[in-house]
C-alpha cells in the first residue's frame, strides 16, 4: 500500500507494527507492516488471521520457502548456492536469505522484518542449522525504513577463508556479506548455463562480470578465450581465484567502465562472437525509469558495435521498475540506431529459486535477452 493511497490513519502505529488496512467500505484487505516514512507505507502479509503474523506465520512461510528449494525444486542438487527466501516471492516483504555452502546471507529491507530479527534467526537455525549467518544491508531500503542494523556475522563463527560453492561443476568463491547484493547473482544460474552451452570455440566479452560468472561458465565450456570486465577491484581479485580454482587459463579480467572498455574495443577494431551485458541495477525507483532506460540504450547500442556478424549478444536487466517491453525496446532502439538486426533467440529471468508472485509482479526483477545480431 503507497503512503499516497491511503486516506486515514486511525491511532499510532509505530515503525514495524502490523496494521490492518480498510477499503472505503470498511471491509478488511488484510493485515501488513506498518512503514510511516517508507513510499510503500504497508506491505500485506495476511488476508485472513493478524494473529498468526506474530505466532506462527514467518516460521511457517520460511518453512514453506525451505520445502519448495529442496524437496520440490531440488535446488541443492544442481548448486549450493541458492536463494532460500525471496522476499514477496515467498510472501515475505522485506526478507532475503542466500545460502552459500551452509553460510546464510540475511538482507533485512522493512522494518517489520528488522524487528523481528531473532525470531526469523531462531527459524533458520531451526530448519536448516547453517554454520553461520551474515546480515547485508541494502542502504537505500535502510534510508526508507529508518533502519539502525549493520552488516556482520549475526550468529555461528567466521570461516577460515571465503567459502567455495559449486554451480553446475564449477567452482566459485563467495565474499560472504561484501560485494553487491549478498555476494553472489545466484539469480543468474539457469542463462549461464544457457550462455556456457553456445560459446565453443568463440570469443566471449564478459560485461560487469562481478565474481567471473558468465565469463568462467564461457571457459570451462570451451570458450577460445575469454575478457571480463568489470569496475570493482575485490570482485575481480575473486574472479581471478574463481578462474584459478577452475583452470580457466583462457580467461582474463580487466578493471574499467563497461562504456569506456566497450569504446576503446570499438576504437581498437575489436570484435566478439558472444558479448554479456549484465549492469548492475540502473533503475531503483520508479522515477529513475527513464534515466535508466537511456543508459540501457547506449549501453546496448556500445555493445553491439563490437558484436561480430551473427555474433550472439546476451543483455540483462535487474532493476524490478523496467518493464519486460521497455527493456526490449532500449534492444530495439539501439539496434535502429545502428542499422543491425536482431533476432530474439531466447527470453529469460531469475532461476526458479527467486519466484514470481502474481499479485506482485515487481517481483518479477530479472529480465534476460540472447539474440542474435546480425
Not at 503474523?53 to 512461510?61: A, F, P
Not at 558468465?214 to 574472479?239: E, I, K, Q, T, W
Not at 531503483?284 to 527513464?290: D, E, I, K, L
Request: hydrophobic share 40%; proline share 5%; glycine share 8%.
Amino acid at each position: 500500500m503507497f503512503r499516497d493511497s491511503i486516506a486515514q490513519i486511525e491511532g499510532t502505529p509505530l515503525s514495524g507494527d502490523v496494521v490492518a488496512v480498510l477499503d472505503d467500505t470498511q471491509k478488511t484487505i488484510g493485515w501488513g507492516f506498518y512503514s510511516p516514512a517508507a513510499t510503500i507505507a504497508v506491505r500485506i502479509l495476511e488476508r485472513k488471521d493478524p494473529s498468526a503474523i506474530e505466532t506462527t506465520m514467518l516460521k511457517d512461510r520460511i518453512a514453506n520457502a525451505i520445502h519448495l528449494r529442496v524437496e520440490t525444486l531440488g535446488i541443492p542438487v544442481v548448486t549450493d548456492a541458492y536463494r532460500v527466501v525471496h522476499s514477496e516471492g515467498d510472501a515475505l516483504p522485506g526478507l532475503i536469505v542466500d545460502s552459500f555452502a551452509r553460510h546464510l546471507v540475511v538482507q533485512f529491507s522493512t522494518a517489520g522484518m528488522a524487528r523481528r530479527r531473532e525470531s526469523i534467526l531462531d527459524a533458520l537455525e531451526e530448519v536448516l542449522r547453517p554454520k553461520s549467518i551474515h546480515e547485508v544491508v541494502d542502504r537505500r531500503a535502510k534510508e526508507a525504513e529508518g533502519l539502525e542494523n549493520q552488516p556482520g556475522l549475526l550468529r555461528g563463527e567466521l570461516p577460515a577463508a571465503p567459502p567455495s560453492v559449486l554451480e553446475h561443476g564449477i567452482c566459485f568463491r563467495i565474499g560472504l556479506g561484501v560485494g553487491q547484493k549478498t555476494g553472489f547473482f545466484a539469480d543468474q544460474r539457469d542463462n549461464r548455463q544457457l550462455v556456457g552451452r553456445l560459446v565453443r570455440d568463440r570469443t566471449v566479452l564478459d560485461l560487469h562480470t562481478y565474481t567471473g560468472g558468465f565469463g568462467l561458465h564461457a571457459a570451462v565450456n570451451g570458450a577460445y578465450d575469454v575478457l571480463g570486465v568489470d569496475s570493482s577491484g575485490p570482485a575481480l581479485a575473486l574472479a581471478v581465484e574463481n578462474a584459478m580454482l577452475n583452470n580457466g587459463r583462457q580467461v582474463r579480467f580487466e578493471r574499467g567502465d563497461a562504456r569506456k572498455v566497450l569504446d576503446d574495443l570499438h576504437r581498437q577494431g575489436r570484435k566478439f562472437d558472444v558479448v554479456v551485458c549484465d549492469p548492475p541495477r540502473l533503475a531503483p525507483t520508479r522515477a529513475s525509469v527513464p534515466k535508466a532506460a537511456r543508459v540501457y540504450r547506449d549501453l546496448h547500442l556500445r555493445a553491439m558495435r563490437v558484436v561480430e556478424p551473427g555474433g550472439l549478444l546476451a543483455m540483462s536487466c535487474c532493476s524490478g521498475a523496467v518493464s519486460p517491453d521497455l527493456f526490449e525496446g532500449t534492444i530495439r532502439d539501439a539496434a535502429y540506431d545502428l542499422r543491425r538486426e536482431v533476432a530474439i533467440l531466447q527470453r529469460g529471468g531469475q532461476a526458479p529459486d527467486h519466484p514470481v508472485r502474481m499479485s506482485c509482479p515487481e517481483s518479477r526483477y530479472l529480465k534476460f535477452v540472447l539474440a542474435c545480431i546480425s
